[in-house]
């Protein structure tokens, strides 16, 4: 039911808001797919690399869901992660700098488990906020 897969991704949410890394993969089933997260391939220990990977780098981000739509077996929002550049990123020293980063998420669940996960988020915000790519200049009027 798609209220029960509401249930099961506002738990995750609030796992990881509490720096609950296992308490939030478990979100995740064990062959999960999941798109558009940069080198993740299928499975949940490629899942779990990425976001201990973030989590060393951004330690406390804060997940917050602005919209949620659910129909039939999948569930799609609008989120907003907020986060401090504490360790290293891609190569990118720590910067103590402040990000937001916004993306939309779709999940399709299975027996109460994320099977499969589409993503996509302003990394090049992400990494314009960081100051590793310049921002674009302000058109001159």
């Known amino acids: 039911m798609p209220e029960d897969n509401e249930a099961v991704l506002g738990r995750a949410v609030s796992r990881w808001n509490e720096g609950d890394i296992a308490g ?3 979100l995740y089933d064990a062959d ?3 798109h558009g997260l940069p080198g993740v391939e299928p499975g949940l220990e490629s899942v779990r690399g990425y976001y201990e990977a973030l989590w060393a780098a951004f330690p406390g981000a804060r997940l917050t869901l602005d919209d949620v739509i659910s129909e039939g077996d ?3 929002c609008r989120f907003t992660l907020r986060v ?3 360790g290293e990123f891609n190569g990118i020293p720590p910067t103590n ?3 937001v980063v916004t993306g ?3 999940l399709r669940f299975a027996e109460g488990k994320c099977v499969e996960r589409w993503n996509q988020a302003d990394f090049l915000g992400q990494l314009q906020q960081l100051g590793a790519i310049p921002e674009p ?3 001159r009027g």
């Open 84 to 86: 401090t550049h504490e």
């Open 97 to 99: 700098k402040r990000v």
């Open 32 to 34: 999960v797919v999941a």
């Open 104 to 106: 939309i998420t779709i």
């Open 137 to 139: 200049e302000q058109a």
């Open 24 to 26: 939030y993969l478990e």
């Open 74 to 76: 999948e569930v799609a």
